[in-house]
């Protein structure tokens, strides 16, 4: 599994948009970018998924250049409530490759503190 | 509709004791992983299975078995509790639909806070 590099911590205020930076160099031709979000005391929960270029849900984007060598999570006009830890995680389900099973690998996250 | 779900939510033990903690999910996964939060610190991935019946080791083993007798149920024991194995377990499944062609993610359940003393 690809290691990620992503800051320990940002600091923004209510209603900006925040981009949170993951480098990950050694990314594998199969491997998808993935991003959770861990609130204290609950376990991370999902928030994107890409492969290239530009991904858009209801809650954030993601942005992956060309190389896929880093990728960029956009949460547009952050609440207090966005408050939380950030992990970049990148991997391939090796079910889809004929292989075993995974497990991701979490860094420590960026810690996003959301101030008024 | 549950998602995955961890009991105990708390626990204390006392050094050598023994427990076993319990992850259900009710989404049909094939795939469930127990992993360990200390404080100020990622997640690190302990065990996991692919499907009933099977196990397989992960990044820190070590003081840990497991068990997945129904596809709906991922057992963590400690045979002998020791202070280090004090943090948060995370339980996590996600689904082996391997028709689709990127990754599943994982759905995770809210933690047992286990102290060893």
């Known amino acids: 599994l690809a290691k990620t590099t992503q800051p320990i911590s940002m600091d923004s205020y209510e209603g900006q948009e925040v981009n949170i930076t993951c480098s990950h160099n050694?990314?594998?031709?199969?491997?998808?970018i993935t991003w959770y979000q861990q609130f204290p005391s609950q376990g991370p929960r999902f928030i994107i998924q890409?492969?290239?270029t530009k991904v858009t849900n209801e809650v954030a984007s993601l942005f992956i250049p060309a190389d896929r060598k880093s990728s960029t999570l956009s949460l547009p006009r952050v609440s207090l409530s966005d408050t939380a830890v950030y992990y970049c995680?990148?991997?391939?389900?090796?079910?889809?490759?004929?292989?075993?099973?995974?497990?991701?690998?979490f860094g420590k996250g960026t810690h996003l503190i959301i101030q008024p | 509709n549950a998602g995955v779900t961890q009991t105990p939510k708390f626990r204390v033990l006392k050094t050598g004791q023994s427990m076993t903690l319990l992850c259900a999910q009710d989404?049909?996964?094939?795939?469930m992983y127990w992993y360990r939060q200390d404080p100020g610190m990622g997640l690190r991935l302990i065990h996991y299975?692919?499907?009933?019946?099977?196990?397989a080791k992960g990044e820190v083993p070590d003081g840990y078995n497991v068990s997945r007798l129904k596809k709906q149920n991922f057992l963590l024991g400690l045979e002998s509790a020791a202070p280090s194995q004090t943090s948060v377990y995370f339980c996590a499944s996600r689904s082996d639909r391997a028709a689709i062609r990127r990754d599943q993610p994982q759905h995770f359940g809210d933690g047992t806070r286990l102290s060893i003393l």
């Open positions: 989404m049909n996964h094939e795939y």
């Open positions: 299975s692919v499907g009933e019946g099977t196990t």
């Open positions: 995680l990148v991997g391939v389900s090796t079910i889809t490759s004929g292989g075993g099973a995974d497990g991701l690998t």
């Open positions: 050694n990314i594998a031709t199969n491997d998808y």
């Open positions: 890409g492969y290239k």
